[in-house]
């Protein structure tokens, strides 16, 4: 099934802005999120569309 690559993005932040503070998401665990949802989607496309969304790593997502 063809999803388009806005709807994967909006699945991302919706997944990141979810996550928890102090424990953020890495890409491969995102990745791992979308596969479960059905999407085939790999960690390196995980950060090159966080990346395009000025969404920063996990380490500086870190709310301590």
Known sequence: EE???KEVKIKIKIIIEAEDNNNPL???KIAE????QGLNIARRTV???REAMKIPVARLRRKI
């Open 3 to 5: 999803v388009s690559n």
């Open 26 to 28: 890495s890409d491969d």
């Open 33 to 36: 999120m979308l596969n479960s």
């Open 47 to 49: 950060a090159k569309y």
